[in-house]
Nanobody, 125 residues
Framework: QAQLVESGGGLVQAGGSLRLSCAAS????????MGWFRQAPGKAREFVAVISWSGGSTYYADSVKGRFTISRDNAKITVYLQMNSLKPEDTAVYYCAADPRGSRWYFSPRQYDYWGQGTQVTVSS
């Protein structure tokens, strides 16, 4: 049973930091590209960051570039999202997702076959 489980969300003040984790099991996720998306109330799910299976390539949404860092540990089959200088507009449910094809359309949720249940991040002003 393929499973992605996020953790690390919570409530933080603006300017603070959080690190999200996504633990994968049940598939060869170490060979998949892994992404983070987020969804705020009343809004569509949006791309945040993606990392290639090797960790050699990363891409970020412009809104988080320079503040967020995606990384992975294939030995632990875990993906991380370090979030610094958080802003109230970062408030959302954050989801990790797996793309077995490493598509160039990494910013589209439709490219991802597996999703976690999400973890809430709330940034207070």
């Amino acid at each position: 049973q393929a499973q992605l489980v996020e953790s690390g969300g919570g409530l933080v003040q603006a300017g603070g930091s959080l690190r999200l984790s996504c633990a994968a099991s049940g598939r060869t996720f170490s060979s998949y590209a892994m992404g983070w998306f987020r969804q705020a109330p009343g809004k569509a799910r949006e791309f945040v960051a993606v990392i290639s299976w090797s960790g050699g390539s990363t891409y970020y949404a412009d809104s988080v570039k320079g503040r967020f860092t995606i990384s992975r540990d294939n030995a632990k089959i875990t993906v991380y999202l370090q979030m610094n200088s958080l802003k109230p507009e970062d408030t959302a449910v954050y989801y990790c997702a797996a793309d077995p094809r490493g598509s160039r359309w990494y910013f589209s949720p439709r490219q991802y076959d597996y999703w976690g249940q999400g973890t809430q991040v709330t940034v207070s002003s």
